[in-house]
């Protein structure tokens, strides 16, 4: 399997894959797919009781799944989304960010996605592993009433626009939720990592 990164880049310089709907709404698939497994013996090795494990996994934790769908912008601008995957209705639900893309202190590169919801902002940041395997760090902190309440204004805002508008405005919101968390470190809640493999 080629790496993650090569995949993505061809994935953005490429339109092999054309889904019904252009940011991803009640799709199946998207051009990149991430399944996700709660990294039990990470959370073991730091001493993580096995009753909260268990706890954590009855909580709705034990797995994830996200995607990245490609978008091109009217000004010609290559992006990636990060996609909302609706596990009742194994369907992906729509874009929640832009991808931002980094790299670490190794010099991998890392891609971080956001949502909120429920006074949480939710993070995501993905990186390859040495063995290939992908490596999901799921963080989310608490947002107060009024900044929860100017995310959702951002969003509804975005939804009365245009595709283009909407992303747009997207980007916007990303920044901001990447501002608010610089901004407001002691407000992170709970670490989880998983093992992923992309489908």
């Known amino acids: 399997?080629?790496?993650?990164?090569?995949?993505?880049?061809?994935?953005?310089?490429?339109?092999?894959?054309?889904?019904?709907?252009?940011?991803?709404?009640?799709?199946?698939?998207?051009?990149?797919?991430?399944?996700?497994?709660?990294?039990?013996?990470?959370?073991?090795?730091?001493?993580?009781?096995?009753?909260?494990?268990?706890?954590?996994k009855k909580s709705g934790f034990e797995k994830?799944?996200?995607?990245?769908?490609?978008?091109?912008?009217?000004?010609?601008?290559?992006?990636?989304?990060?996609i909302y995957y609706n596990k009742s209705k194994k369907l992906y639900s729509g874009p929640t960010s832009t991808v931002e893309f980094?790299?670490?202190?190794?010099?991998?590169?890392?891609?971080?996605?956001?949502?909120?919801?429920?006074?949480?902002i939710m993070k995501y940041k993905i990186s390859e592993l040495e063995n290939g395997e992908m490596f999901l760090l799921y963080t989310n902190y608490n947002v107060n009433d009024q900044d929860i309440k100017k995310f959702d204004k951002l969003l509804d805002?975005?939804?009365?626009?245009?595709?283009?508008?909407?992303?747009?405005?997207?980007?916007?919101?990303?920044?901001?939720?990447?501002n608010y968390l610089k901004n407001n470190p002691g407000k992170l809640g709970l670490t989880l990592p998983y093992i992923c493999k992309v489908l």
């Open 1 to 56: 399997m080629k790496k993650l990164f090569l995949i993505i880049f061809l994935i953005l310089n490429c339109s092999s894959i054309v889904y019904a709907d252009k940011l991803g709404f009640g799709v199946k698939e998207v051009d990149f797919n991430f399944d996700c497994d709660l990294d039990t013996n990470m959370l073991l090795n730091a001493g993580f009781p096995e009753s909260s494990i268990t706890s954590i």
């Open 64 to 82: 994830d799944q996200l995607g990245y769908k490609k978008f091109v912008s009217l000004k010609n601008e290559e992006l990636l989304l990060s």
């Open 102 to 120: 980094s790299k670490n202190e190794k010099g991998q590169k890392e891609y971080t996605s956001y949502q909120h919801g429920g006074n949480l």
């Open 157 to 178: 805002e975005a939804f009365k626009l245009s595709d283009d508008g909407f992303v747009l405005k997207l980007k916007v919101l990303t920044k901001e939720y990447n």
